[in-house]
């Protein structure tokens, strides 16, 4: 608009050539309305072009985590002939019983011509350190397999994994890690079909491991539910309580705005801010165990509150007034107005925003790192105060691993907390359509 | 008695209290039919017992188990062998600990009997002190419940009352946010003064040389221990930068393309998919940033000949733009269309052409509300944690290429908080002041853009 009358200033102060007439107004648009036509379609291409920019980065980070992951819920395995050999294994006292032994030597009679310690130390590393483990845990089961021969498919190292999924190179030059000799081992074990890709339950089933093979996500899933259930516990019904206090029954003055704006403001301090906070409030001064679910549940509380806070005041305001004056005018009082009449029509938008900070919190890494949730833990954790860590801080440790196949467990891992987080979302979006009233 | 026990028996005699509250009340009322004679419904009276009830008991329980392992320790060091009784503070935290993880059936990093006898003392006090405290919580119990059943008369106010708590436990919930705000600033602040006890302030905000590892030994490579932020904050800085400068433009045009030129379905279609990427948990972008994001900004830089670093500034600030984009174009979106359609009206009147009407018109208009938005955007990615964590480098470089590694006061504060922590050690409490930096920064960068866009949404409403 301003370059058209900047057009027509330049037009009345220009000297005029004595013999041209003066252009008219309409003229000169007409001259420039060309250049503006096209600016306008520049501009609607860029704005375009941002949106397709952005849903192209969405697009990319989520075929890229694919792309990474999906090859982990597939794990190869090696079909081995163990002969339970009485000697070795002896039934009155299966804890002490040699089970790698017995794996070696599987391994020994498979490829006889194999000698040298050297060597046999390579032929012993196609397998998992975990097979034993494997093997022991099916003759705990049933102890009555001792003395017969048993065919048994064991995980395989995670270099022979990654090999199998063509993740790795076969040559050394090009970042390969395994020898001549293995690949030709390998080689021989896929004509025999004695090694195959399965479903990888260990990915689902286990801890934590430093062994990728073995690796697997439930520690972190149930150390993310029982922070979760702390994070809920709290945060819904003071959320809630502070929501009815600040909409319905504080009056305006000093003290609710101070409220207000520290609600306002926590929102928005960065998360790393309030994992200080935990560590020097609830670590140092109470005392509280490191690492465990309840203090992240109380770190990510605080984190929390003023989503639910604010997604309660806006469902709560939401209700209209004749609701309120009707309540009051047959007799309740204004708690009752509030508890019978008012809450349970503003419940649906505050469950909405209650599963969205959920879901935040879910997401959540850098306040946990602050609580000492980083540790290496293999075991599941069984309750409220045992170390713990979760699924987001898992996938933060597994990306700092050096190993090939960690990248995959990584993807795999993100895959499962995207999945949990898209259903969260979802069932917040379909409890607003299906609740929602508009008044 | 377990502390878990206990708070079991509590939440099940309060159920039993509502119950026994109801029954008592219309007892006195003399039956069901005249329960009209009551002040309040017989709920209320159940309702009353159950807080007088959980209230007492849940406020003892509580604080007896707060300050209860302090005094147990207290009375266990007290019993110590004089030999051991008279280390030095620190040596005696190790040995406290120590008996702790005997207590709890860890391995312990020194055995020997006075340890053993030490926690088997720690045990046997802990075990009296639950049991004490079961005592005291029944009680307590017996004598407040009982109390307020013996006080119902059908005159007793129970619903004012009852109400009365409910809001007092409303305000309580309420003030939680202050008490957060107070906590950040009081543990980021205790500690930073002690860190710049030691390390004096103006070197911590001036200082150019930022490597935080004390060599403990006089041989020994790396770490000079010089606490000069100044590095940390250009980094900070640069990373933001880059952020921004992919993140306003991006957002800013699809904000201003949805809200103006988008059809109804294409708003319907896009808006949530870019709500997606704000939904997308910051430890998969910084995944997202060092596997595939960082090696492609090294490879395309390599092929015009260019020496990008593998945590370069710009992989992470790239990433982190990405993440942001949502954010403003949301907000931009909000105060877009909170410009009245009558000032574009007139624009169209004097005939100029709608992207004439947005960059002349609507833009300056809504010039104070994008401007706040583009503010907590700023903070936002000078608060975001994991993705240079994950992408961005360790070492401070003083540097503005941003091809190159830098790093970022969030990166220093968790390296310097995984793992060891000693809470005298200037290594530990710098993260502290790091803290406090930040805190302070992105507080004042919300307060003003809170500010701006309440200010901004006041002028057209």
């Known amino acids: 608009m301003s370059s058209m009358l900047k057009q027509e200033a330049r037009v009345t102060s220009a000297p005029k050539a004595p013999d041209a007439p003066r ?221 009815i206090y600040l909409e319905e029954f504080a009056k305006k003055n000093r003290f609710t705005d101070l409220i207000e704006v520290n609600i306002n403001n926590l929102a928005a301090v960065p998360s790393i801010v309030f994992g200080l906070l935990g560590l020097a409030v609830f670590i140092n001064f109470f005392g509280l165990p490191r690492s465990a679910p309840v203090v992240g549940g109380l770190v990510l509380t605080l984190m929390t509150l003023p989503t639910i806070i604010i997604a309660g005041r806006a469902s709560l305001k939401s209700v209209p007034p004749s609701i309120r004056e009707a309540a009051l005018g047959v007799g309740a009082s204004k708690m009752q107005m509030v508890m019978h009449h008012v809450l349970p029509l503003a419940l649906p938008g505050i469950l909405t925003g209650t599963i969205i900070g959920m879901a935040q919190a879910l997401g959540e890494t850098a306040p946990l790192l602050m609580i000492g949730m980083v540790a290496f833990i293999v075991n599941v954790p069984q309750g409220f105060t045992d170390p713990a860590t979760v699924l987001p801080v898992q996938i933060y440790l597994w990306a700092d691993s050096p190993e090939r196949a960690f990248v995959e467990k990584t993807s795999a891992a993100i895959m499962v907390l995207l999945a949990f987080l898209i259903v969260m979302n979802a069932g917040a979006i379909i409890l607003r359509k299906r609740f929602e009233r508009r008044w | 008695m377990s502390p878990t026990t206990i708070f079991v028996t509590i939440v099940l005699l309060s159920g039993f209290a509502y119950y026994l509250g109801v029954h008592r009340a219309t007892h006195v009322a003399g039956g069901k039919g005249s329960a009209r004679i009551l002040h309040s419904r017989p709920t209320y009276y159940g309702w009353l017992a159950v807080l007088w009830c959980l209230i007492p008991a849940l406020l003892v329980f509580g604080f007896w188990l707060g300050f209860e392992s302090k005094i147990i320790t207290q009375l266990v060091v007290a019993g110590l062998p004089p030999e051991l009784k008279h280390l030095p503070a620190d040596r005696m935290t190790l040995v406290i600990n120590d008996i702790k993880n005997i207590v709890s059936g860890n391995i312990a990093s020194s055995d020997n009997p006075a340890l053993r006898a030490a926690a088997a003392h720690y045990k046997n006090l802990v075990a009296i002190s639950h049991g004490v405290l079961a005592v005291v919580v029944l009680v307590t119990i017996a004598g407040s419940a009982g109390g307020v059943l013996w006080r119902i008369k059908p005159r007793l106010r129970a619903r004012n009352q009852v109400e009365l708590v409910m809001k007092g436990l409303m305000i309580v919930c309420s003030t939680i946010a202050i008490f957060t705000t107070l906590g950040i600033v009081l543990s980021v602040l205790f500690e930073s003064i002690r860190f710049f006890g030691m390390i004096p302030i103006t070197q911590f905000l001036f200082g150019l040389d930022w490597s935080p590892q004390i060599a403990i030994r006089a041989d020994q490579v790396g770490g000079s221990g010089a606490f000069g932020a100044i590095p940390v904050f250009a980094g900070t800085l640069l990373i933001s930068a880059i952020a921004m400068a992919v993140a306003v433009p991006i957002g800013l045009m699809s904000a201003i393309y949805l809200s103006e030129y988008a059809g109804k379905k294409l708003r319907a279609a896009a808006k949530p998919l870019m709500e997606i990427l704000a939904g997308i948990p910051t430890v998969v972008y910084g995944f997202f940033a060092a596997l595939v994001v960082a090696p492609y900004v090294r490879e395309a830089g390599a092929m015009v000949g260019l020496d990008v670093a593998s945590e370069s500034a710009l992989a992470a600030g790239l990433v982190m733009g990405i993440m942001i984009i949502p954010f403003v174009s949301s907000l931009s979106d909000d105060v877009i269309n909170a410009v009245p359609q009558a000032l574009r009206d007139g624009a169209f009147a004097l005939g100029a052409t709608q992207s004439e009407t947005v960059k002349q018109v609507v833009l300056p208009a809504a010039l104070p509300g994008i401007v706040g938005g583009v503010l907590l955007a700023v903070s936002r990615a000078i608060g975001e944690t994991m993705i240079v964590v994950m992408a961005a480098g360790l070492a401070a470089n003083l540097t503005a290429n941003p091809l190159e590694a830098v790093t970022t006061v969030t990166v220093q504060i968790v390296t310097l908080l995984i793992g060891d922590q000693e809470f005298d050690d200037p290594k530990t409490l710098a993260a502290f002041a790091l803290g406090l930096m930040l805190f302070i920064v992105t507080l004042i960068l919300n307060v003003i853009a809170l500010y701006v866009v309440r200010k901004y949404r006041e002028q057209y409403e």
Not at chain 1, 81 to 105: Q, R, T, Y
Request: glycine fraction near 8%; avoid cysteine; hydrophobic fraction near 45%.
């Open chain 1, 23 to 243: 252009p008219r107004t309409l003229d000169v648009v007409h001259a420039g309305i060309g250049k503006r036509y096209r600016a306008e379609k520049r501009f609607r291409f860029y704005g375009l072009a941002a949106i397709i920019a952005s849903l192209l980065f969405l697009s990319i980070v989520f075929v890229s985590i694919v792309t990474n992951g999906y090859s982990a819920f597939y794990q190869t395995f090696i079909k081995l002939d163990v002969f339970l050999d009485p000697a070795l294994v002896n039934k009155a006292d299966l804890a002490e019983a040699n089970f790698n032994g017995l794996i070696k030597k599987s391994l020994r009679n498979s490829f006889p011509d194999v000698k040298g310690r050297r060597e046999l130390r390579r032929l012993y590393a196609l397998v998992s350190p975990g097979a034993r483990f494997k093997l022991r845990n099916m003759v705990f089961e049933d102890p009555e397999l001792v003395g017969k021969t048993i065919k048994v498919w064991v995980p395989a190292n995670d270099d022979v994994d990654m090999l199998m999924k063509g993740h790795i190179s076969r040559d050394v030059q090009h970042g390969g890690r395994l020898t001549e000799h293995q690949l030709a081992w390998i080689d021989t074990l896929k004509r025999q079909g004695r090694i195959e890709e399965q479903f990888n339950t260990t990915f689902f089933k286990a801890g934590d491991s430093r062994e990728p093979e073995l690796a697997g996500i439930r520690g972190a899933l149930v150390g993310s539910f029982l922070t979760l259930v702390v994070t809920l516990l709290l945060s819904f019904p003071i959320g809630v309580a502070a929501a």
